[in-house]
C-alpha cells in the first residue's frame, strides 16, 4: 500500500510564518488569488518528497524575511508504518530528518517521490534540449541513488574538461580527461536510455488516449553523437562506449576550437515526434500540450511501475493552461489513486463529483494555523 501525506507543517517558510495541514485525504485543492503563497505549499511538499524545488532558489530565499531558520515537516502513513519528514534551514545550509534522525539526501528522496506540473513545464515540448534532459533525469534520481550520483560524478568531470580546453590543455591531458569522461558519462547515458525505455510506451500510450487514437506519438532519444532521430532502439553499453570512443577521437580538434565539449550526454537530444515530424517544429499548440501531459502522466506511470509506490501528484494551476478536454484527461487520471494537491484561483474547472471528493482549502482567510 502505498504511503500517504496525513500532516504538513511549514514555519517561517517562504511567505509562511506557520501553516498547518493534518488528516490529509487523497485530495486536497488551494484555492485563492494570485500571490497569496499557494504555490509555497506545493514547492514545501517537493522537497520533502523529491527533495528538490522545482524553482532552484538558494536555500536562504526558502525562510521567511527576517527569521534565521525555517522548518518543513511531514508526517506520512500507510497500514504497515508511520514516519515523519523534516527539513531544518538554517545560515544557507540544508538538513534532513527521518524520524528525527539525522539522514543525507539521498536517504530522503524516493521514501515518497513526487511528480509537479506547473505551467512552465508546458514549454518542455518546444523548449530548449536543457529542459527536456533535465526533466528525465529529474525522474532518474527519484528512483536510484546511483543515477543521481553518476549525474553528478559526470558533471564534476565535464567541468574539469571544459577548464582544461579554455586553458589548453595538453593532448596528453585531455586524453587522460577523455577516458574518465568515456566511463562516467557511458554510464549516465545507459541509466537515462533505460529510464527513457521505461517511459516511452507511456508516454506514446497516454498521447493516444489523450488523442482518441486519431494520431500516435514517438519519443525519441538522440545521442549526441547521432545525425538524426533514428529511433533505432535502445543500445548495449558496449556499443555505447565504442560509439561515444569514435565521437570523441573525431571532436576533438573542433572542441579544441570552441573550447567546449561537445560530446556527451550534456548534448544528448529528447524530441517528441507525430507522424515523423517535430512537435516542436511543426505541432500545433493543441499537439504540444497534449505530448507534455502525456510526459507528466507517464512519469507518474513509471515511478509507481518501479517503485510500487504512488507518487505524490503536485499541480501548480495547470488547470487554467489546459483545454478542457485535457483537464479531463488529467482529472480522470488523478481519481485512479494518487494522492494529489493542487492549487487554482477558481474551482470552476472541477466537476462537482471531483469537489465532493476533495478537501478544499481556502487560502488568504483568517485562520491562524494557516497565516
Not at 256 to 275: S, W
Request: charged share 30%; hydrophobic share 35%.
Amino acid at each position: 500500500m502505498s504511503l500517504l501525506i496525513k500532516e504538513i507543517e511549514l514555519k517561517n517558510f517562504r511567505s509562511y510564518p506557520y501553516f498547518h495541514l493534518k488528516d490529509i485525504p487523497p485530495l486536497t485543492i488551494f484555492v485563492g488569488p494570485n500571490a497569496i503563497g499557494k504555490t509555497n505549499i506545493i514547492e514545501g511538499i517537493q522537497l520533502l518528497t523529491a527533495a528538490m524545488s522545482f524553482k532552484k532558489p538558494a536555500a536562504e530565499e526558502l525562510v521567511f524575511w527576517g527569521e534565521g531558520r525555517s522548518r518543513i515537516r511531514a508526517k506520512l502513513g500507510n497500514d504497515q508504518r508511520n514516519l515523519e519528514i523534516c527539513l531544518a534551514i538554517e545560515e544557507g545550509m540544508k538538513e534532513f530528518f527521518l524520524n528525527g534522525k539525522r539522514k543525507k539526501i539521498k536517504e530522503i528522496r524516493g521514501i515518497l517521490p513526487s511528480v509537479i506540473f506547473t505551467p512552465d513545464d508546458l514549454s518542455l515540448v518546444k523548449g530548449a534540449q536543457s529542459g527536456k534532459r533535465a526533466a528525465i533525469d529529474a525522474v532518474g534520481i527519484q528512483l536510484s541513488p546511483n543515477y543521481y550520483q553518476v549525474k553528478k560524478d559526470y558533471e564534476k568531470v565535464l567541468v574539469h574538461k571544459n577548464h582544461i580546453l579554455r586553458e589548453g590543455g595538453s593532448k596528453e591531458v585531455l586524453d587522460s580527461m577523455n577516458d574518465t569522461l568515456l566511463a562516467v558519462g557511458t554510464q549516465y547515458f545507459c541509466f537515462r536510455q533505460s529510464l527513457l525505455g521505461k517511459m516511452i510506451p507511456f508516454v506514446e500510450g497516454h498521447y493516444l488516449n489523450i488523442s482518441s487514437e486519431r494520431e500516435s506519438l514517438k519519443l525519441v532519444y538522440k545521442a549526441s553523437w547521432e545525425e538524426g532521430y533514428s529511433g533505432k532502439g535502445e543500445l548495449s553499453r558496449k556499443e555505447v562506449e565504442e560509439a561515444f570512443r569514435r565521437a570523441l577521437e573525431k571532436n576533438s580538434t573542433q572542441e579544441k576550437v570552441r573550447k567546449r565539449a561537445l560530446v556527451g550526454p550534456h548534448n544528448d537530444e529528447i524530441e517528441f515526434l507525430v507522424e515523423g515530424k517535430s512537435i516542436r517544429s511543426f505541432g500545433s499548440q493543441g499537439q504540444q500540450r497534449s505530448a507534455v501531459l502525456s510526459f507528466k502522466l507517464a512519469e507518474s506511470s513509471v515511478i509507481e511501475e518501479m517503485k510500487g509506490q504512488k507518487p505524490v501528484l503536485l499541480l501548480d494551476d495547470v488547470m487554467s493552461e489546459l483545454d478542457k478536454s485535457r483537464r479531463k484527461t488529467l482529472l480522470d487520471f488523478i481519481m485512479l489513486g494518487s494522492q494529489v494537491f493542487i492549487t487554482t484561483t477558481t474551482l470552476q474547472y472541477f466537476p462537482q463529483e471531483i469537489l465532493d471528493e476533495a478537501s478544499v482549502i481556502e487560502l488568504g482567510g483568517q485562520d491562524p494555523e494557516t497565516r
